[in-house]
């Protein structure tokens, strides 16, 4: 499989400035919005380990919260150094659009749930493009 990190510039201060990324972002608290919640921010962590976790699904082969090594999103959010008491994922494949991703996941109960936790106060977005079927994750934080 061919993936390619979407990434602009290098160091810390650019985990939040992909454009696609930060759309997908702006739907979900669009969302929360629509529902009276606050507002999630962009966390460079956990732009880090979704952009990690994305990256992984790709070039490993496989679609599952669970990595094909066996870490979870609890091991994943220590390991990008990730201050947390609770977290949420969502992952998608093959939504060609931030609009087309997040419709996918309002659409599911549990992905829902996560957009709209009220205890979430952080968000970080890893999309990437994978032999033309891009993938998705959405983590969350409070």
């Known amino acids: 499989m061919v993936c390619a990190v979407v990434v602009v510039g290098c160091g810390s201060s650019d985990l939040c400035s992909n454009s696609t990324e930060l759309d997908t972002i702006a739907l979900a608290n669009g969302a929360r919005d629509d529902e009276g919640l606050g507002t999630l921010s962009c966390d460079e962590d956990l732009t ?3 952009r990690l976790h994305s990256e992984d699904m790709c070039t490993q082969g ?8 066996g870490r979870t999103l609890a091991d994943r959010l220590n390991e990008s ?3 947390y008491n609770t977290g949420g994922e969502n992952i998608a494949k093959g939504h060609l659009t931030p609009a087309q991703v997040h419709e996918g996941w309002m659409n599911s109960p549990g992905h829902r749930a996560n957009i709209l936790r009220d205890t979430f106060g952080r968000i970080g977005v890893g999309y990437i493009e994978c032999d033309g079927s891009p993938v998705w994750t959405q983590v969350f934080a409070n």
């Open 48 to 50: 880090e380990a979704a």
């Open 81 to 83: 150094g990730v201050d």
């Open 62 to 69: 496989y679609f599952s919260h669970t990595s094909a090594d």
